[in-house]
């Protein structure tokens, strides 16, 4: 990750954090149907169970990764993204391990995700994978679904 790019904490009054956000949303919307869909709104990654981070470049936000209180010592991996542009740089897999130092730190025990299982989302299953996830049943409040690849990491 090139020295211009700075991993901080979100704050929602930045515009451009919520159109990062949105744009999410809307890349999404057509890989599953909308029981399929898991992601995370702005107002459900305000609340005080999340801890959103995003990744800056200048003044943009060019990716966002999130961690979600499932219960002590488990929480979710939710709303990674990278800019479409400057995917494949790393810039994910340095998020990640911010990501997973955080929880550690904090006392957390396991971190789980759930993606999808479409070609749209075979990168991210393979950073997770390489990172140490590896494929367990549904978590949470999850279901089994086809359009669903769950995974999970415990230290």
Same mark, same amino acid.
């Given at each position: 990750?090139?020295? *211009? ?7 929602? $009054? $930045? *515009?451009? @954090?919520? #159109?990062?956000?949105? %744009?999410?949303? =809307? !890349?999404?919307? +057509? ?7 898991? %992601? @995370?709104?702005?107002?459900? @990654?305000?609340?005080?169970? &999340? ?6 470049? #200048? =003044? !943009? ?17 939710? =709303?990674?993204?990278? %800019? +479409?542009?400057?995917? #494949? ?12 130092? $955080? %929880? ?6 396991? &971190?789980?995700?759930? *993606?999808?299982?479409? $070609? ?11 990172? #140490?996830? &590896? +494929? ?20």
């Amino acid at each position: 990750m090139a020295a *211009t790019h700075v991993i901080e904490r979100a704050d929602f $009054d $930045d *515009t451009g @954090l919520t #159109g990062f956000l949105e %744009a999410h949303l =809307s !890349d999404i919307a +057509p890989t599953a149907p909308a029981t399929s869909r898991h %992601a @995370l709104n702005i107002a459900e @990654l305000m609340d005080s169970s &999340v801890r959103l981070w995003v990744v800056r470049q #200048g =003044s !943009d936000v060019v990716a966002t990764g999130a961690l979600a209180l499932l219960e002590p010592g488990h929480e979710e991996l939710k =709303s990674m993204r990278t %800019a +479409p542009e400057l995917r #494949g740089q790393g810039i994910a897999r340095l998020l990640l391990e911010h990501l997973l130092l $955080d %929880a550690k730190m904090r006392g957390v025990a396991r &971190v789980s995700l759930e *993606t999808g299982s479409m $070609d749209f989302f075979e990168p991210a299953r393979r950073l997770y994978l390489s990172s #140490g996830f &590896v +494929p367990c049943g549904p978590f949470g409040c999850y279901e089994k679904d086809p359009n669903s690849v769950f995974m999970t990491l415990a230290w």
